[in-house]
Each structure stands twice: as C-alpha cells, then as structure tokens.
C-alpha cells in the first residue's frame, strides 16, 4: 500500500473562485491563469475544470499551452512571455497560441519568420522586468503594421508591481501611464488586471482580468487571507500519523535540539517534509490540524517528516490524516509562518504527492 500523503484537488472551490474572479471584474472578462502547472495543482484537471467558464486560459510559457491542448481543449491560451525561440510563432498559428511579446528579439522572429499569430504587446508600466516603454509603443505598432505578414495585435497588457498594498499609490499611476500609452489605439483590447487588482475599489479592469492565485484560494493582498476575501481552499494537504510518543520534559526532538519539551508531551511524526514540498522553513507553532482540531508543528521540518504536539488532539492516533493546509488551516497561515506566499507553497508541492481530484 502506498504512503498516503496526498493533495486534494476541490474542483468545486475552483469553479466557485472563479466566479468570484468574473463578479469582481465587472464587465472585463476573465482569462483563467493556469501556468506553473494549475498553480501545483496539475494543469490539465484544473484547465478541464474551468473549460466550460473560462473564455480563455493565460500561461507563462509555450509546454503550458501545448499541455492546456493535449487535455483536449479549444480556448485560446495566452501566453504570459510570450515565445523563447523563432519557430515557436508557428506552433502559435497552428494552436490559436496567443503570445504576449515584450521585446525587440520577439519582433525580429515575428519579422522573419513570416508568420501571422495573434499576438498582445507587453507595456512596461513601471515594474520593469519585461515589455516597451510607453513612448516605444508608436515605433513597434508602426513596424508590425509594416511587415507585411498580416499580424493582428490583439491588445496591449501590462502588470501590476504593487497591487496588493492596499497602501501603494504605484497602482493608479501604473494604470494611468496604460491608460495614457495605448489611448492611440481605443479599439484594441486591454489586460492589466492580476489577482491583487480585483480587491481594489473602483480599479479598472478593462477588457481582460487576469485571475490567478485567487482561483486557488490564495490571498493575493497583504495582510488578508483568502477566506477573509471569500474565497475556497482548492487544495489540501495531508499527510498520515506515522508514530506518536510521549517526550518527557527536558527531551528534545529533531535535527539539532531545536524543540524541547518544557513539560511531558504527546507527540506525534508526520508522513510529509521539505522533500513533499513542505517548506523547510515552517518552525515551531506553524499550525496544522487533526480531526479538525488545530494542532501545532514543533522542531525542524525533515526532508520526509515532521512533528506535531497532539495536546490539543488527545485522541488522534497513528494513520489518522494530518492536514497541513485546507479548511482548517489556510495556506495563508502557513506561508506567512515560514516566511513565504501561498503561491511558492503552492507551486512547490513535488511530484512524489499525489494529485486528486474531486
């Protein structure tokens, strides 16, 4: 029999964020953000769950979109980076691929290969990791319309460095310099809004959101937890009792001593570590739960275990299942613990837990 250390997959609490996406983007539509493999929740259940809501799938990469058809579906993809090599635009054009391109290189393969995708532009608004420059806009929409390959530039998109600080001002004068950037050209469509943006009041969403970590319960703003925003938990981990023991006052347990019991204590080892995905970094008191009762970590994360103080559980025993994050206990709770977002803890959930769907 297999270790039964599993993440469970609510495609219910999916469908219900993405809802919550679409009411909260108001008359934009919403593109649903599936790279980095569904968010560690594997793409194609999660792209399949979606596929009779969701107008349109965003990706980082070229695999993810080719992933996205594999599982059998039609929605154009967007792709977040656009292409890495020039004979990607074909592969484009053949799968209704719709590349984001952010840079002179990515105009020079669209110029010689001679292929005619769909493409978005990215604007650098501020954050300044990819896309043109505002004033570069004008030159680049120029040198398309004059390639000759009958390209169509669907609309422009930008991001938001800021947007879950409540507090920042760079929101709004990100959005103003988008505004300003592409108000030369009304009749193409826009796309600025992440996760972040459909919690700010009276923030404009344009003609494409682009829902993310909120499609899996995560809180996209600082200092709130998905919950607290009215979102499900798509994921929980769990992971099985293997032994429990009473540690006596004065005992440690672990790597290095780190934890010891100031008083007899029941303990228990759990079935998952930093080689799950678990983060290594989760110390002492970070929460977990059995039988629904909320219990806390103590000592070092291994790499295949971890222990649990079953004070507050008396009555759990070895095989009962430990969940790590969920309903009890949000992701939130846990990232904020080890010093991390939901979305690494997320993402970083290994091959060796099994995905399951229901």
């Known amino acids: 029999m297999s270790r039964s250390t599993v993440a469970r997959i609510d495609l219910d609490a999916l469908r219900n964020n993405y809802r919550t996406a679409c009411e909260r983007a108001g008359s934009a539509k919403a593109m649903a953000v599936v790279k980095a493999d569904g ?28 992933a ?7 929605q154009p993809v967007v792709l977040l980076q656009g292409v890495h090599a020039a004979d990607d635009l074909a592969d484009c054009v053949r799968h209704n691929f719709e590349p984001v391109l952010h840079g002179e290189r990515q105009l020079d393969w669209l110029e010689q290969g001679g292929y005619a995708p769909y493409i978005w532009l990215k604007v650098n608004t501020g954050m300044n990791r990819l896309g043109f420059r505002p004033k570069e806009l004008p030159a680049v929409m120029a040198r398309i319309a004059q390639m000759g390959t009958g390209t169509q530039v669907l609309g422009f998109v930008s991001h938001y460095a800021c947007a879950d600080d409540a507090g ?31 919690f700010i009041s009276g923030q404009p969403l344009f003609d494409w959101s682009r829902p993310g970590i909120m499609l899996y319960g995560g809180s996209p703003i600082v200092g709130k937890t998905g919950p607290e925003l009215g979102l499900e938990p798509v994921m929980t981990l769990e992971a099985p009792l293997i032994t429990t ?8 347990v672990g790597y290095g001593g780190a934890w010891v019991a100031e008083h007899d204590t029941r303990m228990g080892m759990v079935a998952i570590g930093y080689g799950d995905g678990y983060p290594r970094h989760a110390g002492t008191d970070t929460p977990a739960a059995v039988g629904g009762r909320r219990i806390r970590l103590i000592g070092r994360v291994s790499m295949d275990m971890l222990a649990v103080d079953l004070s ?12 790590l994050w969920g309903r009890t206990v949000g992701v939130d709770e846990v990232a904020s613990c080890a010093g991390t977002i939901s979305y690494e803890l997320l993402t970083g959930i290994t091959s060796r837990v099994p995905r399951i769907s229901c």
């Open 245 to 252: 023991r009473e540690v006596n006052a004065g005992e440690s």
């Open 39 to 66: 968010y560690g929740h594997g793409i194609a259940p999660i792209a399949s769950a979606l596929a009779d809501v969701a107008p349109k799938y965003a990706v980082a990469c070229i695999e993810e979109a080719r």
């Open 168 to 198: 920042s001002a760079m929101t709004a004068t990100q959005t103003a310099a988008f505004e300003a950037a592409t108000s030369f050209w009304p009749a193409l469509m826009k796309s600025v809004g992440n996760s972040a943006a459909h």
């Open 68 to 74: 996205i058809r594999s599982a059998g579906l039609a």
């Open 312 to 323: 507050n559980a008396p009555e759990a025993r070895e095989g009962d299942p430990v969940e």
